[in-house]
């Protein structure tokens, strides 16, 4: 879709309002306003890094350090981890490629309802050694809550294995008052002791030192309940069987480069996906479904 035509979407829609500009680092971006709530997407990773419903602090976090060019992920919003997480021995990078690419946006649409939809495409995904040939599409609506589908349509002929995972960054008021819960009684590895198997018997997961688990065979949905903002964001989800939940902490924090030293104060990562032993193992032809619904609610 050119710029003229995005444009001239922007203008004629009725209901929520879609504006296309240049964001940070001069990155295209889309900036979305429905009756409900603010939102911004940009094509670098087709990553949402801003959603806002009046009269509420942003849901999302976004780091003051965060890197915007054409070569880094985006530190904050919502990351799209595929077709690998984390850093495998035979795979180049992090988290795979899906969050440094250019994506292209196909599609705006606001309905009478109020709400506005992006749908936006992975170009090039080229049969390779860390990826079968396959369509990788990403639908996004803003309204009252925040919804994100990933889509993968296996186009080779043989069975397509990836992981996938929506790395939600969270805006919390202060993780040491932060809850986390609908985790109990599930598996967990635990990475920052070599990914060790333990199982969740908290009621809820409390934070006081780096926290970063992968729960497995989970398909709940998860709340986070943040006593100093006083709200409860509610993550549901479906085509997910992993969760991740991460904090770095303060000596990560000041390891990374694109986060403030402080930062791991005001945020909680709670990710949907399949990862690890719940990677996605796709027959050819067929589409897997990874979505999110995330909405929130004041804490009584
Ligand atoms: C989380 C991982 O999903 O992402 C952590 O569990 C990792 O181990 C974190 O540190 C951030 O990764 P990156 O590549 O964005 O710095």
């Avoid at 990773?45 to 780091?63: D, I, M, N």
């Avoid at 997480?85 to 988290?95: E, I, N, Y």
């Avoid at 990836?162 to 960054?169: A, G, Q, R, S």
């Avoid at 009621?203 to 100093?228: N, Q, S």
Wanted: proline share 6%; aromatic share 8%; hydrophobic share 35%.
């Amino acid at each position: 879709m050119n710029a003229s035509k995005q444009q001239s979407i922007s203008q004629t829609s009725p209901h929520g309002r879609v504006t296309f500009l240049e964001g940070r680092g001069d990155l295209p971006m889309v900036e979305i306003a429905t009756p409900w709530s603010a939102a911004e997407i940009y094509l670098h990773g087709a990553q949402v890094t801003h959603f806002q419903k009046q009269c509420e602090p942003p849901l999302l976090f976004l780091s003051q350090c965060s890197r915007f060019d054409t070569v880094h992920p985006i530190r904050g919003g919502i990351p799209i981890i595929f077709p690998w997480f984390g850093k495998p021995a035979d795979k180049p990078g992090q988290h795979g490629f899906a969050r440094v690419k250019d994506w292209e946006l196909c599609e705006v649409t606001s309905p009478a309802d109020g709400s506005v939809t992006l749908r936006l495409r992975l170009p090039e995904c080229k049969p390779s050694v860390d990826c079968a040939a396959c369509e990788v599409e990403y639908v996004v609506t803003v309204s009252d809550t925040l919804t994100a589908e990933l889509r993968v349509s296996n186009k080779s002929g043989r069975e397509f294995e990836f992981e996938n995972c929506l790395h939600t960054y969270f805006a919390v008021g202060d993780i040491q008052a932060v809850k986390v819960t609908g985790l109990k009684g599930v598996e967990y590895l635990n990475q920052p002791t070599g990914f060790s198997r333990h199982t969740e018997t908290a009621d809820a997961i409390r934070f006081a030192e780096e926290v970063d688990r992968i729960y497995l065979a989970t398909g709940h949905p998860v709340e986070i309940c943040d006593k100093r903002l006083k709200r409860i964001i509610r993550v549901e989800k479906e085509g997910s069987n992993s969760t991740v939940v991460w904090n770095p902490w303060m000596a990560k924090a000041k390891a990374m480069p694109d986060y403030g030293d402080d930062e791991f104060k005001e945020m909680v990562c709670v990710e949907s996906g399949n990862v690890a032993a719940n990677k996605v193992i796709l027959p050819p032809g067929q589409t897997s479904r990874l979505k999110i619904k995330l909405s929130s609610r004041a804490l009584a």
